[in-house]
């Protein structure tokens, strides 16, 4: 966990007029200044130069002179190496900087950082609904999976009348989501890295919080065929219609079946398969769980300079908390790591866990290169206006979602969870894709920090969405669900902010509060990731 | 265009008992079986073979005794060789054939076939929407753009309170229009082929449906900038705020803007801006048009044997039409057309269109070779069951949708129509995704043939779907706007087919009738093109 210290001592509240930055480490060489509007040419920062330009806020100044060459050090790390002599008290931005190229994959640490385990956190628990297949749901969801965009606008037109007409009889239902998605025959199914949003949309079907009623509707003449995406054995279903001890057998509607006459019977025949759907989840009651039940996903997006220094600091505390407690945390976002590569590995329980971690990096490394991009393509001009010079600096401020605990799985993109504890599910970074990939995974919370805003929200798992800096949170008072700017401020400490989160997560898992998201029914779309080519 | 002929002689009908084949070239030596529920073993074929194999309808029957390694003819071209030997009356299925390879692109015929030219087709018009720059649209839609996926939830939340409170008002606006899709600050903006999406974008909010009332909602630190979406000249804006003379300034609504406070100011100001848009589309009336002025997409989905043999070629005969009366008609899907390349290279109307053809399929044969497929990913488990062996029956019975004319224009997919005439708009076949380019290309009325059942439709443009089979058009009578099926029933000659498709077009331009999928308001996604990697 990083430990913010100012230059200008002990922050004090941020006023205009008292200069506040945050250096990560004491061997740092920049600080980024805190203060609201940024600081002003010739403001003397205590202890260290005066101001030669003015900063922005977010961004970073020398806090000494960096000769032409020499590395500009943040989180400890070079983010860069100066392109000319830079005086202290200058703007540091990625003008100046020469970025340093990715570290290669070969002979890093494997597993050589052996903590002191965390002391277990016990006591803590959620009202969650109990599935057949163990896992545990934070909200009661009827969702319609689709094999094909074909379907989507009937599908559509279904689920209005479904909420309309049945949803209101089923009051312990939460919601009815469909799992609309842009995958057609249009893919080339039996590419190799097919595979990829195959089984990303198998697993987003058996995501927890849609209690194991898994209902399909396909077009027919498909290629993605529903036996395909859930093949026989796939899905646990505890339906009263199938014989015990039988296999069961996928609930489908059909739209090129012969018995469809007419679009309204194709309607009616969604409308009626989801009604027992809806009757088996609504007398699904919330039961007492254990913290461990929890699957959280984290991610950032939108990223300033102060995501690594307030919000994500405290999502990495959390993330401790919750591992203390036994439960499941995913942190990804492959692009935003790669260059912690070798944190990570060192930090894996057991050398095949780093060799799973270099594989997605090396298989990730080729697939940018087979397009003629590489890691550098991730970050935006909303990053460096906010402070981001490149995505080293953002990586560093990015992994440290992770908090410290060992990292003791890695998941490929679109696989499923197969342990509790710290896992590294291997996703690209664009958050739609990101958060797609965490509820294939069996997210049932999700964390957002952001630092330049956005209104993210998924319609099947809550999002808490926790803002880097106070004056975003109260702008954006009624879509921010929880203020980390307080730890720039001054007025609260990272592990202040990380407890407010994780009771947060309990309240909101629980179905004692919603999200913002959730309050204003914000949703964004699923967007798989589809690394094989479309014909 | 070819001449369907029968085994049988003449089609009386299509009854149980009359078999009713059909074969596309006198040199073909098999046909296809066009009766309701194929034809029993035993069937004696009138001047042919005794069925020795049930035949489901739309498969295909040997006529004549094929030998092991002899080539299978359909369309009159090989659409592949016998595994073994082939008596007649046999069914002959994908394994009994082996696929030929894709033709090599080097010395293909160029410009080569160079028709009389089509008689100009005279005095047909339609009631459209002039636009400033020229362009005519067939419906008066505001349609809201997006630079990325993250503004997709308030913008849909906007675009219900635009309808519930303000379309009301403006009775002359058809819809309003959430241009949502998935591309983000994930893809890798500078890589190549980024460039496909980024233009496909572009120019759907330039779409001759949508007035040139271009609206933009962003982010704010969004890879795609909006200035970056569409550079100052890209809008043709008139609009009475704008000085005379003055360069346009885009209207862009900025979520992350520093006047936003609140989840419902940022909603309030993309409804307040929706207004003065409403306004002015609300002022436009239809006028009377030449039929020169359809901009038309064609595309089949969900094909069977049936789409080449009665739909694919009525949309030939009414391309052939439009073509006459000075319209623009585009064909497409890459995968589709890549067998029968020989054919287009020869119909080019100069080597450099010719060339650009070639370009097109070089590109895509390199970009499912990176993937490690080809173009028989294309082929579908409905299209085999429909009757269609391969890839390459698939594509003769594609391209029939062409017509003859003369090849005078190819784009690159995302790319804008350049002129008027035929063009081979370069795209995959995958419904959404073609629909999509086409969109871009400028599209203002799209034709959609469909053996197996789509439901398919689009918000920014009608979409008239034409069954192939009349069983479907029964079955499917309020999806289907035209039944082809007429055409292998023997009550209507594709001819008929043709002109009955052509007087609805200018009736369903001029807003005189609705599609179904308007009707019920069947909206597919938008889906991007997107060969560039995502980070």
Known sequence: MPDPVTASGAPTGGTAVSPLLIRMQASDNVAIVANDGGLPPGTAIPGGPVLLDRIPQGHKVALVAIAAGAPVLRYGIPIGHALKDIPAGTWVHERLLQMPDARGLDGLPKATVQPAPLPPLEGYTFEGYRNADGSVGTRNILAITQTVQCVAGITDFAVRRIKAELLPR???????????????????????????????????????????????????????????????????????????????????????????????????????????????????????????????????????????????PAVGFCTDLLVRAGASVMFSETTEVRDGIAQL????????????????????????????????????????RGGLSNIVEKAMGSIVKSGTAPISNVLAPGEKLRAKGLTYA???????????????????????????????????????????????????????????????DGTATIEDVGWELFHLMLDVASGRRKTWAEHWKLHNALVLFNPAPVT
Chains 1, 2 share one sequence.
């Open 170 to 312: 089923y009051p312990h239902v939460d919601d009815v989501v469909s799992l609309e998605h842009g995958y057609g025959c249009g893919v080339a199914i039996d590419a190799p890295d097919a595979v990829v949003p195959i089984r990303t949309l198998r697993h987003i079907s058996l995501n927890p919080n849609f209690g194991g009623e898994v209902m399909v509707v396909s077009l027919g003449c498909e290629k993605l065929q529903p036996q395909r995406l859930l093949p026989p054995g796939s899905v646990a279903i505890a339906d009263e219609r199938q014989p015990a001890g039988a296999d069961a057998v996928l609930d489908v509607v059909c739209l090129q079946d012969d018995a469809h006459v007419g679009f309204l019977s194709m309607v009616e025949s969604i409308v009626r398969q989801a009604e027992g759907h809806l009757r088996r989840l609504n007398a699904r009651r919330r039961e007492t769980v254990p913290a461990s039940e929890l699957v959280v996903g984290v991610q950032c997006g939108g990223s300033d300079a102060f995501s690594g220094v307030t919000a994500n």
């Open 345 to 384: 590995t060192s930090r894996a329980t057991t050398p095949d866990v780093a060799d799973a971690m270099i594989r997605e990096m090396a298989w990730y490394d080729a697939y940018l290169g087979r397009g003629g991009a590489d890691r550098s393509a991730n970050t935006t001009p909303g990053n460096k």
């Open 426 to 488: 291997a996703t690209p970074a664009s958050d739609f894709i990101c958060g797609t990939l965490q509820l294939a995974a069996g997210m049932n919370l999700h964390v957002f920090t952001t630092g330049r805003g956005t209104p993210y929200g998924l319609a099947a798992v809550p999002v808490i969405k926790v803002a880097t800096r106070t004056e975003l949170a109260r702008r954006w008072h009624d879509l921010m669900d929880v203020n980390a700017g307080t730890i720039a």
